[in-house]
């Protein structure tokens, strides 16, 4: 776990001036959230609760690469699928269209080299992507989806169902955290956190099961800022107090922004 650095003899200023955020994010993926949470006066501290890995085989991946012309459409589940997964931009054909389901994601694709991917104009998740007019009636459109293993099923089986022909390629893997929260009980039981964000069910399960039962009741205390419904349902199901709100760092931002306006923070 690591606090984002602060100056300690300068009183933070901002909305959320003094408020302490618990960001469970990947570590290579929390960078852009701690920011913008620690410009606007808060003090986050970053526990990432799932460990990302390259995949334990290349084969699958490198042959995907190879035979990338063969495709029309390709999907990048998340910005890990992008690190992991995405081939050198001068093996990217001109001619195959990449699809992300959020800006956060597009904007990894465009650092890659890989401009102008498309993403939902609705919901920024499987639903959203399967909701573009690109993929309404997909028969013969020849897709890849570039994911974690054991991913979601949904939006392949939706794209097959569909008349899309579909190959998955795990790029990547994903672990629990098997040590290092000596750090998060610590800010538990001060009383330094006052807010956790969730983005990964998985990730919230991992948490769950890294945590000594006290740890765990603080934990729950908090108001837990989620992007989608999904992870909010299993949430509320251990027991958290999940606050949905939009979808992406800007929607968790501006639902903090939201609850601490009228739930203020007092300065110890």
Known sequence: MSVHPL???????????GVGVLVTRPARQAAGLVAQLAALGARPVVFPAI???????????????AALDRYDVAIF??????????????????TLRAF???????????AAGVNNATIPATTFDSEGLLALPEFAQPAGTRVVIFRGDGGREHLGDTLKARGATVDYVACYRRAAPQSGAGGLVEALREGRLHALTLTSSEGLDNLCGLLDA???????????FVPHPRIAA?????????IATGGADAGLV???LEWFASHPVSEP
Do not use: M
């Open 7 to 17: 100056a300690h003899d300068v009183p933070p200023a901002g909305p959320l001036a």
């Open 51 to 65: 460990v990302i890995l390259p995949p334990a085989d290349r084969a699958a991946l490198d042959r995907a690469h």
């Open 77 to 94: 589940v998340s910005a890990n699928a992008v690190e992991y997964g995405v081939p050198a931009a001068d093996r990217w054909p001109p």
């Open 100 to 110: 992300a389901p959020g800006p956060g994601t597009a904007a990894a694709l465009a």
């Open 214 to 224: 006290e740890s765990l009741r603080l934990l729950k205390t908090l108001p837990a």
């Open 234 to 242: 299993r949430a509320q199901a251990l027991g958290f107090a999940a």
């Open 254 to 256: 501006a639902g903090l």
